[in-house]
């Protein structure tokens, strides 16, 4: 399952200031956003859409111009003063029904009408010029990401159609190990990618779909960083010399981002975010199960006995300071050109302390500014990065495509599956 939206995890604190930074600090931020798009790199809105608990799937009753049960409205996003944001086509790689692309397609329906569904607010973008466009008409640049390899079904064809749909990124796995790709957080059965899953990045490159190495292991981050001809992402993804969780991103593979020319996009998951949070996490996990083996289907009791051990055990606090920890830290490893942000907001049901929804990045900017980051430094994180690696993928895709044709290469003459 998804992680589902609780605004119980909303902390309440004021939009308009942080903990350390000034209204000067503030008046910067301000600025530097007023002049770039911030391009946010995940937001989860479309599968929140999908699975409201009042009206699932109903795009006009997820009234966006209302305040939402979640953490994405049109209001919010303006005080966050987001520019661009590539909207999550998510599908469970654990899903087993009648094969992915009928849940695909269903969510790029939804996304699909709700940007057309305010027109006035939100625009459909295809490339990097219409995400200047976009700003420039003072519209959020709406762009849409694939979240998660296994709904191409093996397919260079549904990968081809997927784009022409509007996908501009597709992240390589979600949380399942494909045939031809390892997840981070399930097993390594081919040591990185497949001869097929260099295929798929061939293709991604031939197309100028972005490579999303966000929730792959190692292996495929290595491996994508050898094969991509273009720039690649992490759409959403953390530091992982500061907290040890297989999502996030080795110094090892940072350090090769400058030569890549990629971006790594800082998240708020707070699991990724706080080692105590990972570890609280984890504790969790544990008591739920033994929770679950104890009393078997009696869900009212599990339930009580769950609610019970949270109320004993609390959450640890997960700050603001520590998500930009995690940006500090990728810029020293990997360069100031090589970070951005993907929030993963409606994707988590806990939030960092100033980083609650859509409208806070005002907060993290002005922290920023007060840390004595430059305004052109700020630039490049908020939007001129991640607009930088899509326009380098534009060029790869137009060369590529002069000596190329679509791929015909299948798994079966690849890997030789069955």
């Known amino acids: 399952m998804r992680w589902l939206i609780a605004l119980t995890a909303l902390a309440t604190i004021p939009n308009t200031m942080s903990a350390q930074a000034t209204e000067k600090d503030f008046a910067r931020a301000r600025k530097v956003l007023e002049s770039t798009p911030l391009i946010d790199g995940h937001n989860d809105l479309a599968w929140a859409i999908r699975e409201s608990k009042t009206a699932p799937m109903d795009v006009a009753a997820y009234d966006l111009r209302k305040t939402t049960p979640g953490m994405t409205d049109l209001a919010r996003l303006r005080q966050g003063m987001v520019g661009g944001q590539f909207w999550s086509i998510y599908v469970p790689g654990e899903v087993k029904d009648s094969g992915y692309a009928r849940i695909q397609l269903e969510e790029f329906d939804i996304a699909r009408r709700?940007?057309?569904?305010?027109?006035?607010?939100?625009?459909l973008a295809l490339s990097s010029q219409d995400i200047r466009d976009a700003f420039k008409h003072k519209k959020i640049a709406s762009l849409l990401g694939m979240e998660g390899g296994h709904a191409i079904e093996n397919s260079l064809?549904?990968?081809?159609?997927?784009?022409?749909?509007?996908?501009?990124?597709?992240?390589?796995?979600h949380?399942?190990?494909?045939?031809?790709?390892?997840?981070?957080?399930?097993?390594?059965?081919?040591?990185g990618l497949t001869p097929f899953g260099k295929e798929v990045i061939h293709e991604m490159n031939r197309?100028?779909?972005?490579?999303?190495?966000?929730h792959v292991s190692p292996g495929v981050m290595s491996d994508a960083l050898s094969v991509s001809e273009a720039p690649v992402i992490f759409s959403h993804s953390n530091s992982r010399a500061l907290v040890d969780v297989a999502r996030n991103i080795p110094d090892s593979i940072l350090k090769r981002l400058p030569a890549n020319g990629g971006v790594a996009m800082i998240t708020f998951v707070p699991s990724f975010t706080s080692q105590a949070s990972l570890d609280h996490?984890?504790?969790f996990s544990d008591a739920e199960k033994e929770i679950r083996?104890?009393?078997?289907?009696?869900?009212?009791a599990i339930h009580k006995e769950t609610e019970?051990?949270?109320?004993?055990?609390?959450?640890?606090?997960?700050?603001?300071?520590?998500?930009?920890?995690?940006?500090?830290?990728?810029?020293?490893?990997a360069g100031i050109d090589h970070i951005g942000?993907?929030?993963?907001?409606?994707?988590?049901?806990?939030?960092?302390?100033?980083?609650?929804?859509?409208?806070?990045?005002?907060?993290?900017?002005a922290e920023l500014a007060h840390r004595g980051w430059s305004d052109e430094d700020m630039r490049k994180l908020a939007g001129g990065n991640i607009l930088r690696v899509f326009e380098q993928a534009e060029q790869v895709a137009a060369r590529l495509q002069k000596s190329r044709q679509p791929s015909t290469k299948t798994i079966q003459e690849l890997d030789g599956k069955k």
């Open 157 to 173: 064809g549904a990968l081809r159609s997927y784009y022409a749909l509007g996908a501009r990124y597709m992240t390589l796995t």
């Open 341 to 365: 942000l993907g929030g993963d907001f409606d994707g988590i049901t806990e939030t960092v302390q100033g980083l609650e929804d859509v409208s806070k990045y005002p907060n993290l900017f």
């Open 114 to 123: 709700f940007i057309a569904m305010y027109p006035d607010q939100l625009q």
């Open 308 to 333: 019970a051990w949270k109320a004993a055990h609390p959450a640890p606090v997960v700050t603001m300071s520590q998500v930009i920890d995690h940006i500090e830290h990728a810029r020293q490893i």
């Open 175 to 191: 949380n399942v190990t494909l045939d031809w790709a390892d997840a981070a957080l399930d097993s390594a059965r081919h040591n």
């Open 207 to 214: 197309l100028g779909m972005l490579v999303d190495l966000a």
């Open 293 to 300: 083996k104890r009393l078997g289907t009696d869900t009212a």
């Open 281 to 283: 996490g984890k504790l």
